[in-house]
């Protein structure tokens, strides 16, 4: 077989290194902490277009973590599922709230069935910046957190609160045994009034305005998603960093309203983006091309 010419190799050496720095520099980890005094099954769903994760359905332990690797420009959604169980004579595994339908612990392309806490990403957007929040809009079931890593300083969000106490009645989901609170349903599944859901007539920014209810879950959680064009106080950006969803994370030690008593505004962070590929293995390609020159 012909050996490569010096010219060849530096052309190879070149085409990994934009491989590398365009296919693996923003993927990202995420962590999923349940500090919860109970047991969580989160659910993954990818959106449309978008490759599912290596697991989209499992269990997490109360104090345990699971890490999962997310691909290049990954976009889906993340939640908890809660008072799960698994029928002995058929198999079957459900869920009392946030359930996604597949009757498996994997959800394998099932979303969350309303009322639940929606973690939301969009990796390596518009950019190539991070986008991500927490929502309300499909109701609660429990509470979540957001925390970037190693992307800068960028904001972290989510609800802390356990809204299934405040619930109003109309809203509450409770279980059948003692009539306990385990989810808060949004005004629009509960009513189904386009007025609540931002559809029809109300379908834009300008006619679909908070509600009291939307209030309430903004009221108790600045941060997170209350209605369907809560954009500016709720999506945040941030480059090429790694997260942490906490399910019952512990409550903060000052409120997250700003100390005018308005609800913070969700910025763009630093754009000095923190590349996970290899600085080594860059560092060695680029040392091999400049050898590969001076042949």
């Known amino acids: 077989m012909a050996s490569l010419t010096p010219s060849s190799l530096a052309f190879l050496c070149l085409h990994l290194l934009l491989l590398l720095l365009s296919g693996g520099a923003y993927g990202a980890t995420f962590t999923i902490t ?84 929606l973690a939301e990403f969009t990796l390596n957007g518009a950019n190539g910046l991070d986008f991500y929040d927490v929502s309300l809009v499909d109701g609660y079931n429990l509470p979540m957190l957001i925390t970037p890593l190693g992307g800068g300083n960028c904001t972290t969000t989510g609800c802390l609160v ?19 609170g385990v989810a808060c349903k949004s005004a629009c599944e509960a009513f189904g009034d386009p007025q609540y859901c931002c559809s029809g007539a109300y379908d834009t920014p300008d006619t679909c305005k908070p509600s009291s209810y939307s209030q309430l879950f903004k009221s108790a959680c600045p941060r997170a998603y209350s209605y369907a064009y809560d954009d500016g106080t709720s999506t945040f950006t941030c480059p090429a960093a790694d997260y942490v969803i906490t399910f019952c994370p512990a409550p903060p030690s000052t409120t997250q309203k700003s100390s005018d008593g308005q609800y913070p505004v969700a910025v763009t962070v630093s754009s000095a983006a923190t590349s996970k590929t290899s600085s080594y293995l860059i560092g060695g390609v680029v040392a091999a091309l400049l050898a590969i020159w001076r042949l």
């Open 34 to 117: 349940n500090k919860c005094s109970y047991t969580v099954w989160p659910g993954i769903l990818s959106n449309a277009g978008t490759a599912q994760l290596s697991s989209t359905g499992f269990a997490v332990q109360p104090g345990e973590s699971t890490s999962l690797p997310v691909p290049t420009s990954w976009s889906g959604r993340l939640w908890g599922r809660t008072f799960c169980s698994q029928d002995s004579t058929t198999g079957k595994f459900t869920c009392l709230t946030a359930d996604c339908g597949s009757s498996t612990i994997e959800c394998a392309g099932g979303g969350a069935v309303p009322p639940a806490t």
């Open 162 to 180: 356990d809204l299934n106490r405040a619930c109003p009645a109309e809203l509450k989901v409770t279980e059948s045994i003692n009539g306990e």
